[in-house]
């Protein structure tokens, strides 16, 4: 089947182009980088000549035998003034609308991927939002097993009716620096929710590197396409996989009221199927009573499950309000109506039936969400908790004949769709929010992440890029003792990623959620990384880019003095306590520690811990953490045992 794919894709590269044409990115409305030489190309005719002329200048190229031509514009000065460029060869393509000034490229996974209009306050940001020298290229998602030359996609004039769309963190970030200094801002938004880093980071680094050659030995060399892939992965699945018969009869009434629950088994939920006892592919039912208030009585009710794996059908008291194939999409959140007709005052029962088709099955614990009843945006009833489940039926277990690689970590492939073709494009320089994707492979990232920059830089032809990116923030529930939180390993990976010149962190440590991995609040991420923009980029040195961030310890008898960069206005504790600091001897047995503010450090002591060796500070998945500088801006989570 991929063969003959990889063909066609082939002899559509090298097709000649009758009338001149440029890259998508080359576009109405579009941002121009100021004072970097820009290059201007496409495909023509060959031996065609194609003249582009723009802001005064005019500039000419021939096309070469493969039809491909570019040329050079001298460094452009900053515009806010709407400019044209004329292209023409034996036709004419006019862009109207240009700006001059300073383009980034965002890129990461969901949480550079998630728009504004799932941001804290969404309805109050879009209302505001009018700033039309802001300008937004959305790449479409695509993957491909070799370098692109062109992509999809189209840029969008900040408004009110198009912010929504717009990656919130970038979009507050270009908000920031446009409030600020007022040059005219393009983002080129090249992000895939759940996506890996080895998926944004090209084949021949892959490799080359000797620490990552487990990732080059994944790189597809027939999945050409996303559409190509989607199709095969879930032609794979149905081929493979148990298929669901419906309800059976008998099992009808098992959402009804007064149902005798005595023997099913508890399930905790959020839970995965598996991990609590029951290693079935197949259909299980899972229940629960409600209580509800009188004044609840006879209203509408949403009911929100959070995702579900794979297939669902919802019931209260008896009565279907809800169902969900899910196509294959593993994070499908649901969310239903309930109708007021079935809602009454004291026991109601919810019942869901789910059907796994393959693999782990249940309420996703991997990525939680608040499974809750509300009647309105005050009042809501927790639904994550105890409750009851029995088997309907077992299917005959799945079994792939071969490991299918998840899409969104294939080596090399959306490098190729959605950075490559946009390396000719001069930019400003990078902002990445990712991960989560990798973080049961911090190790990794160590080498990964920073080949990952360093090659952007590569591609672009400037080694001096800056490249900043976002630390993870918190998320899981909170642990009652210190623990070896894989998140914290992770956020450290990053934080190793500032010794790479030409980088910034944002902390964000303190802004995450426990249920969502998606935390709302991306105004101040936004935020955070303007911060090294305007002091790296735009000269403003007396701004404070980072929270404190570890550089020293010593060793003071039975305490700990820890040292910090980027103290900038004194440390502080938020409510006045240091919390979030642990302290261990040689054999590395953390407990919980007291903390103290002395000058521009932090000493740390427990009472228990005579002969101490070892801090670690916000070493959780999701740690209290109360240190910040005078700016307000929160400590990075370090320990001081990392060899």
């Not at 908000?175 to 021949?204: D, M």
């Not at 099913?264 to 592919?281: C, H, L, R, T």
């Not at 950075?419 to 400003?428: M, T, V």
């Not at 521009?600 to 500070?617: A, D, F, N, Q, T």
């Amino acid at each position: 089947m991929f063969c003959g794919i990889v063909i066609i894709a082939v002899s559509v590269c090298c097709r000649v182009y009758a009338d001149v044409r440029l890259p998508a990115v080359f576009s109405d409305n579009m941002v121009l980088q100021k004072e970097a030489p820009v290059t201007v190309r496409g495909w023509a005719e060959p031996s065609e000549k194609v003249t582009v002329e723009f802001a005064g200048q005019r500039k000419e190229a021939a096309a070469d035998k493969a039809g491909r031509w570019s040329l050079v514009l001298a460094p452009l000065r900053q515009s806010a003034e709407a400019g044209e460029m004329r292209v023409t060869g034996k036709n004419a393509i006019v862009i109207r609308n240009v700006l001059v000034g300073d383009v980034w490229l965002a890129s990461g996974q969901s949480n550079m991927a998630m728009p504004v209009s799932q941001a804290e306050n969404a309805a109050k940001e879009i209302g505001a939002a009018s700033y039309p020298n802001i300008r937004f290229f959305m790449v479409e998602r695509d993957m491909c097993s070799t370098p692109k030359e062109d992509g999809a996609g189209k840029w969008m004039i900040c408004s009110s009716n198009t912010v929504g769309s717009f990656s919130a963190a970038a979009y507050f970030f270009a908000r920031e620096l446009q409030a600020k200094f007022h040059v005219p801002t393009g983002v080129i938004n090249s992000s895939v929710g759940a996506s890996s880093c080895q998926a944004w980071t090209p084949a021949e680094v892959l490799k080359a590197d000797p620490k990552l050659p487990q990732l080059a030995a994944l790189a597809p060399e027939n999945y050409c396409d996303w559409k190509t892939y989607e199709s095969f992965r879930k032609a794979t699945y149905e081929k493979y996989s148990c298929k669901d018969p419906g309800v059976r009869a008998e099992c009808i009434a098992w959402a009804q009221p007064g149902l005798d629950v005595s023997g099913w088994k508890d399930f905790k939920v959020p839970g995965n199927i598996e991990a609590q006892g029951m290693n079935v592919d197949g259909a299980v039912w899972f229940r629960r009573e409600v209580d509800i208030p009188a004044n609840w009585a006879g209203h509408n009710l949403s009911i929100s499950l959070g995702p579900i794996s794979d297939n669902d059908i919802t019931y209260m008291n008896g009565e279907k309000v809800g169902a969900t194939d899910n196509n294959w999409r593993e994070w499908v959140f649901r969310s239903y109506t309930i109708p007021g007709k079935l809602v009454k005052e004291g026991k109601n029962v919810i019942a869901v039936r789910i059907f796994n088709r393959i693999g782990n099955g249940g309420f996703c614990p991997a990525y939680p969400a608040p499974l809750k009843l509300r009647k309105d945006d005050t009042s809501e009833i927790i639904l994550s908790g105890v409750w009851k489940s029995k088997v309907e039926m077992s299917a005959e277990p799945a079994r792939l004949p071969f490991v299918l690689p998840s899409q969104y970590s294939v080596p090399a492939a959306f490098f190729n769709a959605m950075i490559a073709p946009y390396s000719k494009f001069p930019l400003r320089g990078f902002i990445w929010y990712q991960g989560e994707g990798n973080a049961g492979a911090a190790q990794q990232h160590d080498v990964l992440f920073p080949a990952m920059i360093e090659s952007w830089r590569k591609w672009w032809g400037n080694p001096t890029l800056p490249f900043y990116f976002v630390q993870l923030a918190s998320f899981r529930a909170r642990e009652a003792q210190p623990s070896e939180g894989g998140w914290a390993r992770m956020r450290e990976s990053q934080m190793k990623t500032l010794a790479l010149h030409d980088t910034g962190m944002a902390v964000a440590i303190d802004i995450g959620a426990a249920l969502e991995i998606h935390p709302k609040n991306k105004q101040d991420v936004g935020k955070r990384l303007a911060r090294w923009a305007m002091r790296d980029c735009y000269g403003d040195k007396d701004i404070e880019v980072s929270g404190p961030l570890y550089t020293a310890h010593m060793i003071e008898g039975d305490k700990i003095r820890i040292r910090f960069k980027h103290s900038g206005g004194g440390l502080k504790a938020k409510g006045g306590t240091l919390k979030g600091f642990a302290i261990a001897a040689a054999d590395k047995k953390f407990v919980w520690a007291q903390a103290a503010i002395e000058d521009e450090s932090v000493v740390v002591w427990s009472e228990g811990i005579k002969s101490p060796l070892h801090v670690r500070y916000a070493w959780a998945d999701n740690p209290e953490c109360t240190l910040c500088n005078g700016a307000g801006l929160p400590a990075s989570p370090f320990r001081t045992d990392a060899n």
